[in-house]
């Protein structure tokens, strides 16, 4: 069966699509969930949303986008969600009253979930580590002289942590 989205091979168990971009057939099972996005709680959803937008070249979902300048933001106070421009990945940002921030590498408050990004070269690395940091991100962990897996760990504004490394 064909569609917009690609060609679809189905056999008893699984479905089997084409997607542009990503050099073959993929495997989709039935009967699982499919992840759609990560949700991160922040205090200030429109602050972090604007953070990641343009640390990684996002868009809003139609609707989300910030106000027009001298106009009052009434969508960015609950949920806000963005995505790359071909429509995925997807990262939404919850608005919550309280949120503590992660003491990663110390125990008290632990990751529970981080974003791992990547980037093909160390210089690439490097750039990007400038970026963060002129974004508002704190560099946590520093392991960018590895010659097995150059790496850094930072804090968003809003205390989680995300990875940025050399690799495929």
Not at 141 to 151: A, I, K, M, V
Request: with cysteine; proline share 8%.
């Amino acid at each position: 069966m064909c569609s917009e989205s690609g060609l679809f091979l189905r056999t008893k168990w699984r479905r089997f699509r084409a997607r542009p971009g990503y050099g073959g057939l993929v495997e989709v099972a039935r009967s699982v969930p499919l992840v759609l996005q990560v949700v991160l709680d922040t205090t200030d959803a429109r602050g972090l949303a604007e953070f990641y937008r343009k640390l990684l070249g996002f868009v809003y979902r139609a609707g989300d986008e910030p106000p027009a300048a001298g106009q009052p933001d009434d969508r960015g106070h609950d949920w806000l969600v963005l995505h790359h421009p071909s429509g995925s990945p997807r990262v939404a940002f919850q608005q919550v009253a309280t949120l503590r921030k992660s003491t990663w590498p110390q125990d008290e408050v632990p990751q529970q979930l981080h974003l791992d990004m990547t980037v093909p070269t160390v210089p690439d690395l490097n750039l990007q580590h400038e970026r963060a940091l002129e974004l508002g991100a704190t560099l946590l962990y520093d392991r960018s002289h590895d010659e097995q897996e150059p790496l850094r760990v930072y804090a968003d504004p809003a205390g989680h942590p995300f990875c940025i490394f050399v690799g495929v």
